[in-house]
């Protein structure tokens, strides 16, 4: 098999001094949507933040599209083509929506309008609302401004940190059909979920995290049929 | 241990310094100021220290505590409080009842227009009621032999009891401020207590009944002799003369020398207290308020009301530093009391004498008050150097030397910021 | 006739004097609030930064008078003000170069770069005493009064006079224009819109690439031409001494305060809120009512709820109003 589009391979690091990170591995291809599940405690979050570089990384690598990024700096794997949307505190709640994805695109110096459209023809309710402040609006329009201002950059790669976290579950079924969309543009996913069983549906690969190691890998649909899988970590 | 003992034996040695090269007068002119501002330094140090209170009002307690001296122990003025002094008295009585009321406003009635009228109602008819009784009763005690006194008058009692009075008093103010702002975030405690210490200058300046305002008080008395005294006295003179002294320099030196030691026995007893506290129970129950609030707050530690208790007592020993100051100058002059000189240096003693430790604030109190007198003969010297080549009365030369006077601040700053950058918990760090 | 009277006495002591001082206040407070909220911490150097910016400002207006260049009727100041700006923009920024960058970069409390800023104010104080020294100066030139008393009352027959002195409309225009310009800066360009996004939220800011640095380093330039800007004005309307800046401080925080500190919208309505609680708490009322009541109602007293000393008691009694039940301030401002 081909080197896939972005790998975080045999990753091992943590915060402080004790490592909360023990070779774990994660990869997406291209346009394709990879999940991670586990318990709490698992450290699916800090695997994500290592792959965009917001840990140091003791071992290990994180490759995308072949590229070793690992030395590279969050800011500098933004301008890469990767985008981060943080699980809490992931818009400007006084600035308006409009306003929200201009700064998702500080960046770039061409037309953004373009851009800006596409946008709100995946959540057309930010439109109608581009001129009032972000922090207004309810927990699914604030998650959707949040995705909204990472794809202002064109990322090739989305990485979203529990986007459903605290949303209610027909939001949450908008918001992964919305995901989906965005996946079939070519963009890649990697997602770290709670609701594991939604996610992994959604999945085209998976991975159960434990105390920081992979446990199982496979396709979304296979871990979902997998006994153990559904036994331990979705509640039978 | 032996870092602390050397950095102490080199402060004596700046002293020792200034009196040889220069005189032993001067000397101990700065070793007394130092005292005093050692003591200040401890009662910031309590609460910077202790507890992460950001108190930049020190002046305002320093102010409060030589208020005290003349309410102490200035002679009476006769038939001043006959003429007003219920009068103000009981006009402060309203006035506090008036805030009682309106904090019971506040308190019982449910929110709404009403409580919001309510308030404002009783606010304004305690405010004219207090104006109507205060105003009279201060215009009568003013009118006493003005160019004189026009004040209240003093307790006239000894003066050494004005230091605990200033303490009381000084406690007292802190207690009032620390109930309604200790609450606050760190630095709006700061421009919170900023504002207080304007106000009660403000006070002082301003309120002629209570100790002549702007007019100031001049020759409180003193706890230890005169020099003039001294000087007639037969027995001294001869005293200085067979040990060879001059009668008039040697009564200047004993005066001082006198006021050296009582402020080092007030020093010493308040080091000693301050660190047979820290190290108590009750000294390692606020170090762990100061190091996590949250936890110290989980373990049912009422952390507001130690606050309070730390707020109260480092003012206390503020004030009773500013009692001590105003007797050594035998005068109060509200004029004089200025922020930078009374509230940032202080904490500049603080910070660079290592917060949290009481023996790094006497040094800090020392060392930085020594440099404060010092730095300008320092700097008019460094810059008679520079200028030395230049023509006499050329502009920059005359522009230079008359500047030199404010290198003083320029000083304290740098070793401030560099103190702070290099050195960040201080020349004798705290626990 | 008497509520016209009643009316133009009140303007003339009240309204226009309040109106200066709350443009100054609300230009002060503005670089205190930008500071604290791109900065995070309250920036005790502000007065000593307006000193020094004065200072220049003064300094480049001797120079153009001395070189006969002025700005007829307006005073020569307005022309220096620029060099004034650039001179305090240049060390604001080499401060914090060589002093407050390295608290950042350590993430310090906000506690440690308050006492970082006291040290900075001790050495700017000392700077502009060195430099011009103690004494009071007073730099205004050109016309001193828009409309005098006695024209007005020419003009209008009234026996009161409403007198507006060149430096007051100065000071309300230029604030005025100072405010516009920022505003449009901060919700129309890129770079004002960075900096609200960094104020608004650090963490998502550096995501969406935005160099804190230059965030920092705009910040810095715009909070020493609002100070410059607003010593230069108080020091047209009134004078310069070099600690008067400092005693400034606390007007200009209870303005910021009082709006919300980290909001410019805030910082503007703070400053207005403080300086007319000041003036209207510190005027003799008695001119005023006298007009107003039947002559045997008029009041033997001055009418004045407080005496003029105690303006600090003003501002600081409002501070604590607001710190107490709206910790936020009027315009929800940042806690951090």
């Known amino acids: 098999m081909a080197e896939p589009f972005l790998i975080g391979e045999g990753m091992t690091g943590g915060y402080g001094a004790a490592d909360i990170l023990h070779?774990?591995?994660?990869?997406?291809?291209?346009?394709?949507?990879?999940?991670?599940?586990?318990?709490?405690?698992?450290?699916?979050?800090?695997?994500?933040?290592?792959?965009?570089?917001?840990?140091?990384?003791?071992?290990?690598?994180?490759?995308?599209?072949?590229?070793?990024?690992?030395?590279?700096?969050?800011?500098?794997?933004?301008?890469?083509?990767?985008?981060?949307?943080?699980?809490?505190?992931?818009?400007?709640?006084?600035?308006?929506?409009?306003?929200?994805?201009?700064?998702?695109?500080?960046?770039?110096?061409?037309?953004i309008r373009g851009t800006m459209e596409q946008v709100y023809e995946l959540f057309p309710i930010l439109k109608d609302k581009r001129r009032q402040a972000a922090g207004e609006l309810s927990g699914g329009q604030r998650q959707q401004v949040a995705v909204g201002r990472a794809l202002m950059t064109q990322p090739k790669v989305l990485m979203l940190d529990e986007p459903t976290a605290g949303v209610s579950p027909i939001v949450m079924d908008e918001l992964f059909d919305r995901i989906i969309e965005v996946a079939r543009t070519g963009i890649s996913i990697?997602?770290?979920?709670?609701?594991?069983?939604?996610?992994?549906?959604?999945?085209?690969?998976?991975?159960?995290?434990?105390?920081?190691?992979?446990?199982?890998?496979?396709?979304?649909?296979?871990?979902m049929a997998d006994p153990e899988v559904r036994r331990s970590f979705l509640g039978g | 241990m032996n870092r602390t003992l050397l950095l102490f034996a080199f402060v004596a040695v700046l002293f020792l310094g200034t009196g040889m090269l220069q005189s032993w007068n001067s000397a101990l002119g700065i070793l007394n100021m130092a005292l005093i501002s050692a003591i200040m330094a401890l009662g910031v140090n309590m609460q910077w220290g202790y507890a992460g209170l950001f108190n930049v009002g020190v002046m305002g307690f320093v102010a409060l505590g030589g208020l005290a001296v003349v309410l102490t122990s200035a002679p009476p003025v006769p038939g001043a409080f006959a003429a007003g002094g219920w009068g103000v008295l009981g006009a402060l009585v309203l006035g506090a009842a008036t805030i009682a009321a309106a904090i019971q406003v506040w308190r019982r009635l449910p929110k709404g227009a009403v409580r919001t009228l309510a308030l404002l109602a009783v606010l304004v008819v305690g405010f004219f009621a207090f104006r109507t009784v205060f105003d009279?009763?201060?215009?009568?005690?003013?009118?006493?032999?003005?160019?004189?006194?026009?004040?209240?008058?003093?307790?006239?009692?000894?003066?050494?009891?004005?230091?605990?009075?200033?303490?009381?008093?000084?406690?007292?103010?802190?207690?009032?401020?620390?109930?309604?702002?200790?609450?606050?975030?760190s630095d709006y405690l700061a421009i919170a207590t900023l504002g207080i210490a304007?106000?009660?200058?403000?006070?002082?300046?301003?309120?002629?009944?209570?100790?002549?305002?702007?007019?100031?008080?001049?020759?409180?008395?003193?706890?230890?002799?005169?020099?003039?005294?001294?000087?007639?006295?037969?027995?001294?003179?001869?005293?200085?003369q067979t040990w060879g002294f001059d009668p008039m320099t040697a009564s200047a030196i004993v005066v001082k020398l006198c006021y050296a030691g009582l402020f080092g026995l007030v020093l010493v007893a308040i080091v000693a207290l301050t660190e047979l506290a820290l190290n108590s129970p009750w000294g390692r129950m606020m170090r762990a308020i100061r190091d996590n609030e949250v936890a110290a707050e989980a373990m049912g530690k009422n952390v507001t009301r130690r606050h309070l208790q730390i707020f109260v007592l480092g003012a206390a020993v503020i004030g009773i530093a500013g009692a001590m100051m105003t007797t050594l100058d035998s005068q109060l002059t509200p004029g004089t009391y200025q922020p930078?000189?009374?509230?940032?240096?202080?904490?500049?003693?603080?910070?660079?004498?290592?917060?949290?430790?009481?023996?790094?604030?006497?040094?800090?109190?020392?060392?930085?008050?020594?440099?404060?007198?010092?730095?300008?003969?320092?700097?008019?010297?460094?810059?008679?150097?520079?200028?030395?080549?230049?023509?006499?009365?050329?502009?920059?030369?005359?522009?230079?030397?008359?500047?030199?006077?404010?290198?003083?601040?320029?000083?304290?700053?740098?070793?401030?910021?560099?103190?702070?950058?290099?050195?960040?918990?201080?020349?004798?760090?705290?626990? | 006739m008497d509520i016209l009277n009643a009316l133009v006495a009140f303007l003339n002591f009240v309204f226009v004097p309040g109106l200066a001082y709350g443009a100054q206040l609300a230009l002060g407070a503005l670089g205190v609030t930008l500071i604290y909220g791109i900065l995070r911490f309250s920036n005790?150097?502000?007065?000593?930064?307006?000193?020094?910016?004065?200072?220049?400002?003064?300094?480049?207006?001797?120079?153009?008078?001395?070189?006969?260049?002025?700005?007829?009727?307006?005073?020569?100041?307005?022309?220096?003000?620029?060099?004034?700006?650039?001179?305090?923009?240049?060390?604001?920024?080499?401060?914090?170069?060589?002093?407050?960058?390295?608290?950042?970069?350590?993430?310090?409390?906000?506690?440690?770069?308050?006492?970082?800023?006291?040290?900075?104010?001790?050495?700017?104080?000392?700077?502009?005493?060195?430099?011009?020294?103690?004494?009071?100066?007073?730099?205004?030139?050109?016309?001193?009064?828009?409309?005098?008393?006695?024209?007005?009352?020419?003009?209008?027959?009234?026996?009161?006079?409403?007198?507006?002195?060149?430096?007051?409309?100065?000071?309300?225009?230029?604030?005025?224009?100072?405010?516009?310009?920022?505003?449009?800066?901060?919700?129309?360009?890129?770079?004002?819109?960075?900096?609200?996004?960094?104020?608004?939220?650090?963490?998502?800011?550096?995501?969406?690439?935005?160099?804190?640095?230059?965030?920092?380093?705009?910040?810095?330039?715009?909070?020493?031409?609002?100070?410059?800007?607003?010593?230069?004005?108080?020091g047209l309307d009134k004078s310069f001494?070099?600690?008067?800046?400092?005693?400034?401080?606390?007007?200009?925080?209870?303005?910021?305060?009082?709006?919300?500190?980290?909001?410019?919208?805030?910082?503007?309505?703070?400053?207005?809120?403080?300086?007319?609680?000041?003036?209207?708490?510190?005027?003799?009322?008695?001119?005023?009512?006298?007009?107003?009541?039947?002559?045997?109602?008029?009041?033997?007293?001055?009418?004045?709820?407080?005496?003029?000393?105690?303006?600090?008691?003003?501002?600081?009694?409002?501070?604590?109003?607001?710190?107490?039940?709206?910790?936020?301030?009027?315009?929800?401002?940042?806690?951090?």
């Open chain 3, 44 to 234: 005790f150097a502000h007065g000593d930064t307006m000193a020094f910016g004065t200072m220049v400002t003064i300094l480049v207006t001797w120079a153009l008078q001395s070189a006969g260049i002025g700005a007829g009727p307006l005073p020569t100041a307005l022309i220096a003000l620029p060099f004034g700006i650039a001179a305090t923009a240049a060390l604001v920024l080499g401060t914090d170069r060589a002093v407050y960058r390295f608290y950042r970069k350590q993430k310090a409390a906000p506690t440690i770069l308050v006492i970082v800023s006291l040290g900075v104010m001790f050495v700017m104080n000392g700077i502009v005493r060195f430099i011009i020294g103690v004494e009071e100066i007073s730099f205004a030139d050109g016309e001193r009064f828009l409309v005098t008393a006695g024209e007005f009352r020419a003009m209008t027959g009234l026996q009161e006079g409403l007198a507006i002195r060149t430096t007051q409309a100065i000071t309300v225009v230029t604030a005025i224009v100072v405010m516009v310009a920022l505003f449009w800066f901060l919700n129309r360009t890129r770079t004002g819109k960075s900096m609200r996004a960094f104020s608004d939220n650090e963490d998502l800011a550096l995501l969406s690439g935005i160099n804190p640095e230059r965030v920092v380093a705009v910040t810095w330039i715009l909070a020493a031409a609002l100070a410059t800007t607003a010593g230069v004005l108080y």
């Open chain 2, 136 to 185: 009279p009763a201060v215009a009568a005690i003013e009118a006493i032999n003005p160019a004189l006194f026009g004040n209240i008058g003093g307790l006239g009692l000894p003066v050494l009891l004005a230091w605990p009075a200033g303490g009381l008093l000084a406690a007292a103010a802190a207690w009032a401020i620390g109930k309604t702002a200790l609450g606050l975030r």
């Open chain 2, 198 to 240: 304007e106000i009660i200058i403000a006070v002082m300046k301003n309120e002629d009944w209570l100790a002549r305002g702007v007019k100031n008080m001049i020759s409180l008395p003193r706890p230890v002799p005169y020099e003039v005294d001294l000087q007639r006295s037969a027995a001294f003179v001869d005293w200085a």
């Open chain 1, 23 to 111: 070779g774990c591995t994660l990869a997406v291809e291209k346009g394709q949507i990879a999940v991670i599940v586990g318990p709490n405690g698992a450290g699916k979050s800090t695997a994500m933040k290592a792959v965009f570089g917001m840990l140091r990384l003791r071992a290990g690598h994180v490759r995308l599209e072949g590229e070793d990024i690992t030395a590279l700096s969050p800011q500098a794997r933004v301008a890469k083509g990767m985008a981060f949307v943080p699980q809490t505190h992931n818009i400007f709640t006084s600035m308006t929506v409009e306003e929200n994805l201009e700064m998702g695109a500080f960046l770039r110096r061409d037309d």
């Open chain 1, 190 to 223: 990697l997602m770290v979920e709670q609701n594991a069983r939604q996610a992994l549906m959604i999945a085209d690969r998976g991975y159960v995290l434990v105390q920081g190691a992979n446990r199982f890998t496979d396709t979304g649909a296979a871990l």
């Open chain 3, 241 to 336: 001494k070099a600690f008067t800046f400092f005693q400034l401080l606390l007007p200009i925080f209870a303005a910021a305060i009082v709006g919300g500190l980290g909001s410019p919208i805030g910082a503007i309505a703070g400053g207005f809120v403080v300086a007319f609680s000041e003036v209207t708490v510190t005027y003799a009322w008695k001119k005023v009512l006298t007009y107003l009541v039947p002559a045997d109602w008029a009041p033997d007293g001055l009418v004045q709820l407080m005496s003029t000393d105690y303006k600090f008691a003003v501002s600081f009694a409002i501070l604590i109003l607001v710190l107490l039940f709206m910790p936020t301030g009027l315009f929800k401002g940042k806690s951090v």
């Open chain 2, 340 to 431: 930078l000189r009374f509230t940032f240096l202080i904490w500049v003693m603080v910070i660079v004498g290592g917060s949290g430790s009481n023996w790094g604030a006497v040094l800090g109190g020392f060392l930085i008050w020594w440099l404060w007198v010092m730095v300008e003969p320092i700097g008019l010297t460094l810059i008679g150097t520079v200028t030395a080549g230049m023509a006499d009365g050329s502009w920059l030369k005359t522009h230079l030397q008359d500047s030199a006077a404010h290198m003083r601040l320029l000083t304290m700053g740098l070793i401030l910021l560099l103190v702070l950058r290099f050195s960040p918990r201080g020349l004798i760090p705290g626990r």
